[in-house]
C-alpha cells in the first residue's frame, strides 16, 4: 500500500497567521512533505516559504528575528532607498501603502523570484477587483502575486496584475482547500480569519468594525465551504486575540498556537488509517 499524498491551505489573517509556521513544524517533525500548497494572504507567504523548502524551523526563526527586534523591519525597509520610504511604508494616506515595495525588502532570501523556483507547486488566491471574482495565481513573478494575495483593503494599495487589479485574496476566499482536493489525497485547511471578540456591549471603533465586519463575512463564506465539502483535517488555532496587524506579537502567536501540534498529529494519523483501510476495502 501506498502512503497517502497531502495537501494543506494556508488562510490569511494578518499576524495571527504566524501560527502556520506550527503547521509546517508538524509536517516536518512527521517526515510529510505535501504534494501541493494553497494560501491566501499571510497563508500564502508562509505557504511560499515551505514551498521553497524553507523548514518550520527556518521560517520561526527568519520571522521572530525579523519581528522581534526593534528597528529590524524599518531598517529593512530603508534599504528600499529614502525616497521610496514614504510609498513603501510610511505614506500619509491611510490605504496607499505599497505592499510589494515592502514584501520585496522583508521576505526571505529563500523565496525565488518566479513560482518556476518553488520545490512544490502553491497555489495563490487573488480578488480581481473589477471582475468580482477569485483569481489562482500558479506562475510567474511570485513576489507580485503575494502582495496580491495579501493586499488588506484599506490598509495596502491594490496591486496591478497582467493589467488586472488586485486585492486581498481572502475577500473571496480565506482558505483554498477545495482547489487541493482533487491533488492530494488528504487535504488539511488552517482557518486564521478570527471574528470580533468582546463583552457584547462595548461600542467597537471604527477601524476595529472594519476589520470585525470582514472578519464575519469571511467566516459566513467559510461555513457555506465546510458545508458543501469540507477537507478531511479542519483547524481552527486559539488565536482569535490577536489583531491583524500584531506582528510585533510573534513569540506569543506561536506558543498561544501550539496546542494544535498535538491534535493535528492525532488527526493526521486518524485520515493515514482511514486511508489504508479504504485502500484494503477495494483490493
Known amino acids: 500500500m501506498r502512503d497517502p499524498t497531502f495537501g494543506i491551505a494556508l488562510g490569511g489573517g494578518g499576524a495571527r497567521g504566524i501560527c502556520h509556521i506550527n503547521v509546517v513544524e508538524v509536517f516536518d517533525e512527521l517526515g510529510i512533505r505535501p504534494k501541493a500548497i494553497a494560501g491566501s494572504s499571510i497563508g500564502s507567504?508562509?505557504?511560499?516559504?515551505?514551498?521553497?523548502?524553507?523548514?518550520?524551523?527556518?521560517?520561526?526563526?527568519?520571522?521572530?528575528?525579523l519581528m522581534g527586534k526593534k528597528?529590524?523591519?524599518?531598517?529593512?525597509?530603508?534599504?528600499?532607498?529614502?525616497?521610496?520610504?514614504?510609498?513603501?511604508?510610511?505614506?500619509?494616506r491611510f490605504g496607499q501603502f505599497n505592499l510589494e515595495l515592502i514584501l520585496d525588502a522583508l521576505l526571505p532570501s529563500a523565496?525565488?523570484?518566479?513560482?518556476?523556483?518553488?520545490?512544490?507547486p502553491l497555489k495563490v488566491t487573488a480578488t480581481d477587483y473589477y471582475a468580482q471574482s477569485e483569481v489562482i495565481i500558479e506562475s510567474g513573478d511570485l513576489r507580485q502575486a503575494l502582495a496580491a494575495s495579501s493586499a488588506i483593503p484599506a490598509l495596502f494599495m491594490p496591486i496591478r496584475m497582467n493589467g488586472r487589479i488586485m486585492i486581498d485574496g481572502g475577500i473571496f476566499n480565506p482558505i483554498p482547500y477545495e482547489h487541493l482536493?482533487?491533488?492530494a489525497d488528504i487535504v488539511i485547511g488552517v482557518d486564521v480569519v478570527g471574528g470580533p471578540e468582546g463583552d457584547g456591549?462595548?461600542?467597537?471603533?471604527?477601524?476595529?468594525?472594519?476589520f470585525g465586519a470582514s472578519?464575519?463575512?469571511?467566516?459566513?463564506?467559510?461555513?457555506?465551504?465546510?458545508?458543501?465539502?469540507?477537507?478531511?483535517i479542519f483547524l481552527r488555532p486559539p488565536v482569535n486575540r490577536f489583531r491583524v496587524l500584531d506582528f510585533?506579537?510573534?513569540h506569543e502567536v506561536l506558543a498561544e498556537s501550539e496546542v494544535i501540534k498535538d491534535?493535528?498529529?492525532?488527526?493526521?494519523?486518524?485520515?493515514?488509517?482511514?486511508?489504508h483501510r479504504g485502500l484494503g476495502i477495494e483490493a
Not at 215 to 232: D, E, F, T
Request: proline share 5%; no cysteine.
Open 45 to 65: 507567504i508562509i505557504g511560499a516559504g515551505m514551498a521553497a523548502g524553507m523548514s518550520g524551523r527556518d521560517i520561526r526563526e527568519y520571522t521572530l528575528e
Open 263 to 275: 491534535d493535528l498529529k492525532r488527526q493526521i494519523d486518524m485520515q493515514v488509517e482511514l486511508y
Open 111 to 120: 523565496l525565488p523570484k518566479d513560482f518556476a523556483g518553488l520545490a512544490t
Open 201 to 210: 456591549k462595548t461600542m467597537p471603533s471604527r477601524v476595529e468594525s472594519l
Open 71 to 92: 528597528g529590524s523591519v524599518a531598517n529593512r525597509l530603508w534599504s528600499l532607498g529614502p525616497a521610496s520610504m514614504r510609498h513603501a511604508a510610511f505614506g500619509f
Open 215 to 232: 472578519q464575519l463575512m469571511m467566516q459566513s463564506a467559510i461555513g457555506l465551504k465546510l458545508r458543501m465539502r469540507p477537507p478531511h
Open 248 to 250: 510585533r506579537k510573534a
Open 181 to 183: 482536493l482533487d491533488d
